[in-house]
């Protein structure tokens, strides 16, 4: 997350080593970080992408029916709140994660080319290349509406050098957002800090004195901007002073969610997951899903990223009953034990983010719709099946309605191949991004319109 712009006054709140930024306010006509002070006849759309690890057990993934009348598969249950609001996509494919003649390496080539259509090169040294990845594509030509171009968040921390699988760079592995070609951006996994560079000022020194001093007194951030907040709810009417009431409990209450998680947490042995970082899966996730919500609502960014968990994760699920490794049953060969653990998986991530959809849901925006009718995020995986590694018709969910952009509540299939970067053109058709090609694109989604 990177900052160089100047913003209103009245676009936050400050205190020491804080700066927050503020949810539309019709008293002042204008976003938190957005179009300066000029009156929001149509909220921004949002862009995110969520990554899962090693495909599906696809026979409680897909939809028997296309349309509109489909039932939910088992897998997808979760969303039964907002099935109105997604659309579950056959079809997509990615080539140029396939092996070709670079063998073996599926899943680092599932995570490299997930979000840029392009096939990664096969070394484990410095000269790692792919391509620019979509979210990307998309902040170089909006991301400067914004206090953050964009934000990048995981569950797992790992290295940008090395081999992590078959001969193909650890970078590969565990990132989905690259800058460039050959720059990778690394995921935040700490919710603690992905909080604070959200409300922090942007000096470094300023940001750490006011964390130091916040821990050594158990101050709320709130406690920071206390004063600026109370003056500006004598400039409010009666309904932005309810908005700000309950935005500023949202940020609370994440705060005290991150402060009861800091002190269940303990260090771990595991490279990938620093000291700090919540030991619950769930609650990593969760933790992560609130810091993009808020991001969202002050308009902070309009594009994020989350790695749930990187491709060839071996994370064991015991609170569901999954005791064995993820990617060591992914290749289950067959086995019905496996493949209804595999099931077990995909529905718990589903979960997940079906949860953080209806939190999406329940929060207005400026023009009167909820986060989630002016969002488009996309949810999948790289991988269809773990156990053929294949990388054709991949499960994929498009949640949102891209600010009435994108008719939802259906099934939609495509032909078969057709490339996911797609998606993607049509996806940054409504961010504004320009751009009559990306990866390995043929055109864009008509099914979409």
């Not at 042995?269 to 969202?296: C, I, N, W, Y």
Request: hydrophobic residues 35%; proline residues 4%.
């Amino acid at each position: 997350m990177s900052s160089s712009i100047h913003f209103p006054r009245r676009a936050f709140l400050r205190g020491l080593g804080t700066v927050m930024a503020l949810p539309y306010l019709e008293s002042f006509g204008h976003r938190a970080f957005g179009a300066a002070t000029r009156p929001l006849a149509k909220a921004p759309t949002r862009m995110a992408f969520v990554y899962v690890p090693n495909g599906k057990n696809m026979a409680d993934w897909t939809p028997a029916e296309v349309g509109t009348q489909f039932e939910l598969p088992a897998t997808l249950q979760p969303l039964a709140k907002v099935r109105n609001h997604v659309n579950i996509i056959s079809g997509l494919a990615h080539q140029h994660a396939t092996a070709g003649p670079d063998g073996a390496g599926d899943h680092a080539r599932a995570s490299a080319t997930f979000l840029t259509g392009v096939r990664a090169k096969k070394t484990q040294g410095a000269d790692i290349r792919v391509g620019q990845s979509i979210d990307q594509f998309v902040a170089r030509q909006v991301g400067g509406m914004t206090k953050f171009a964009s934000l990048e968040l995981g569950t797992d921390r790992g290295q940008t050098a090395g081999n992590c699988d078959s001969g193909y760079s650890c970078a590969y592995s565990f990132n989905i957002a690259w800058r460039t070609p050959s720059q990778p951006m690394p995921p935040e996994v700490d919710p603690r800090q992905a909080f604070d560079r959200l409300f922090g000022s942007g000096r470094a020194a300023e940001t750490a004195e006011a964390r130091a001093l916040r821990e050594r007194r158990e101050l709320s951030i709130l406690d920071f901007v206390n004063a600026d907040a109370k003056a500006l709810q004598k400039q409010l009417g009666r309904t932005d002073q309810r908005k700000l009431d309950e935005y500023l409990t949202a940020v609370h209450d994440l705060e005290e969610r991150l402060k009861r998680s800091d002190k269940l947490g303990e260090e771990v042995s595991d490279a990938t997951r620093p000291a700090g970082v919540p030991t619950d899966f769930a609650q990593h996730v969760k933790l992560m899903f609130e810091v993009m919500t808020l991001a969202f609502r002050t308009d902070s960014t309009r594009i994020a990223t989350f790695v749930m968990a990187h491709d060839g994760s071996n994370r064991a699920y015991p609170e569901i009953g999954v005791k064995e490794g993820h990617h060591e049953i992914s290749h289950h060969g067959g086995a019905k034990e496996k493949k209804e653990n595999i099931a077990k998986i995909n529905r718990l991530h589903v979960q997940l983010f079906a949860a953080w959809l209806e939190q999406l849901k329940a929060t207005h925006d400026s023009d009167g719709r909820s986060l989630l009718d002016n969002s488009l995020i996309a949810y999948g995986s790289g991988i269809e099946d773990g156990d053929a590694h294949r990388h054709s018709n991949l499960p994929v969910i498009l949640a949102g309605g891209g600010g009435g952009t994108v008719p939802t509540g259906r099934h939609i299939k495509l032909s078969e191949q057709t490339p996911m970067a797609n998606l993607f053109l049509s996806m940054a058709d409504r961010m504004g991004a320009k751009g009559e090609r990306f990866g390995d694109s043929t055109g864009r989604l008509k099914e979409l319109a």
